[in-house]
């Protein structure tokens, strides 16, 4: 079984930051990829980066050069920097992780619940 477990969303204002964290307890899975998507409200659900076994990163074209993910593997846990926030990025972000094209796809396995952030001023 697989548990993800977002935190760190929270209200900011425009320009601010923010990091996200998804902590992964597995029994036994072994998570390839680990990533981060969001939905807006009245929006699909859209990837905005993700992270191979390896290391290797992929944006969405949007948050390219604002936001920063990363893994920590002891921990089991990733990351999401996000700098330079803008009103229409107000969403529900979520973790997602499995395979590691699905999920870079941002059709990873197991999802968790998601949490809110909120850009406003």
């Known amino acids: 079984q697989v548990t993800l477990m977002e935190s760190g969303g929270g209200l900011v204002r425009p320009g601010g930051s923010l990091t996200l964290s998804c902590v992964a307890s597995?029994?036994?899975?072994?998570?390839?990829?680990m990533g981060w998507l969001r939905q807006g409200p009245g929006d699909q659900r859209e990837l905005v980066a993700a992270?191979?076994?390896?290391?290797?990163?992929h944006y969405g074209d949007p948050v390219k050069g604002r936001f920063t993910i990363s893994r920590d593997y002891l921990k089991n846990t990733v990351y999401l920097r996000m700098d330079n926030l803008k009103p229409e990025e107000t969403a529900v972000y979520f973790c997602?992780?499995?395979?590691?094209?699905?999920?870079?796809?941002?059709?990873?396995?197991?999802w968790g619940q998601g949490t809110q952030v909120t850009v406003s001023s």
């Open positions: 997602n992780a499995g395979k590691e094209m699905e999920t870079f796809y941002g059709l990873g396995q197991y």
């Open positions: 597995t029994t036994g899975i072994e998570l390839n990829a």
């Open positions: 992270i191979s076994k390896g290391g290797v990163t």
